[in-house]
C-alpha cells in the first residue's frame, strides 16, 4: 500500500509564492510516474503538473511558466515551486502517483488547500 502525504499549502497574495510537497511511503522512482492535481470548488478534478519515471514532465497551459514540478528521492518527496500565483490558482491541490504492474493502481493524497488573495 503507497500513503501520499502533501503539505505546504496555505494563504498567500496573489503575486506570491508557494511550495508544496508530497511525502510518499516508498522511493519516488518506483513510480511510474507522479503528478499534481487540483479542484476548485464546483469544478472537476485537473491535472497540474506530472514527472515519468524517467523525469520528463508535463504542464498545465495555466501553470506553464509559473509552476515547476520536481522529486527528491533521497527524502521520497514530490514538490510543485508555484510562482506568481493567481486567485484561479485556488484549490485543494493532490498528489498522485502511478504504478503500473499488470494492471495500473492509482493513489491520491489527502490534499492540501491553497489560497490565492487578489
Given at each position: ?18 511550495r ?20 476548485a ?52 491541490y ?23 488573495s487578489?
Amino acid at each position: 500500500q503507497v500513503q501520499l502525504v502533501e503539505s505546504g499549502g496555505g494563504l498567500v497574495q496573489a503575486g506570491g509564492s508557494l511550495r508544496l510537497s508530497c511525502a510518499a511511503s516508498r522511493s519516488v522512482f518506483s513510480f511510474n510516474a507522479m503528478g499534481w492535481y487540483r479542484q476548485a470548488p464546483g469544478k472537476q478534478r485537473e491535472l497540474v503538473a506530472t514527472i515519468t519515471g524517467g523525469g520528463s514532465t508535463n504542464y498545465a497551459d495555466s501553470v506553464k511558466g509559473r509552476f515547476t514540478i520536481s522529486r527528491d528521492n533521497a527524502k521520497n518527496t514530490l514538490y510543485l515551486q508555484m510562482n506568481s500565483l493567481k486567485p484561479e490558482d485556488t484549490a485543494v491541490y493532490y498528489c498522485n502517483a502511478v504504478v503500473q504492474v499488470v494492471i495500473m493502481y492509482n493513489y491520491w493524497g489527502q490534499g492540501t488547500q491553497v489560497t490565492v488573495s487578489s
